[in-house]
């Protein structure tokens, strides 16, 4: 199994910045050829794909994070960040990080909310 915890939310104001943290422990040899992704889900919403990377550093994002958000992963592959920039109301949300592996696995979430 495949253990993910996210860090990294919390307040931040219109315009102001925020990194995500998504470290996995367990069996993380099965992530290592696997893509992980970040999501969010704001209330009364669906949970939506911000962003995935896979094992090769190829990146994909939605077009809301197109130009504002970056996915990162360490050397490990078992770390993976999001740098978010010029954040905006809407952007406020749980996000969380997912491994693409089979099972997939999700990690527990991490608040961002973004007001003045």
């Known amino acids: 199994q495949v253990q993910l915890v996210e860090s990294g939310g919390g307040l931040v104001q219109p315009g102001g910045s925020l990194r995500l943290s998504c470290v996995a422990s367990?069996?993380?040899?099965?992530?290592?050829?696997?893509?992980m992704g970040w999501y969010r889900q704001a209330p009364g919403k669906q949970r939506e794909l911000v962003a995935i990377i896979t094992s090769g550093g190829n990146t994909n994002y939605a077009d809301s994070a197109k130009g504002r958000f970056t996915i990162s992963r360490d050397k490990s592959l078992t770390t993976v960040y999001l740098q978010m920039s010029s954040l905006k109301p809407e952007d406020t949300a749980v996000y969380y990080c997912?491994?693409?592996?089979?099972?997939?696995?999700w990690g527990q979430g991490t608040q961002v909310t973004v007001s003045s």
């Open positions: 367990g069996t993380i040899f099965s992530i290592y050829s696997k893509s």
């Open positions: 997912k491994a693409f592996t089979v099972p997939e696995y």
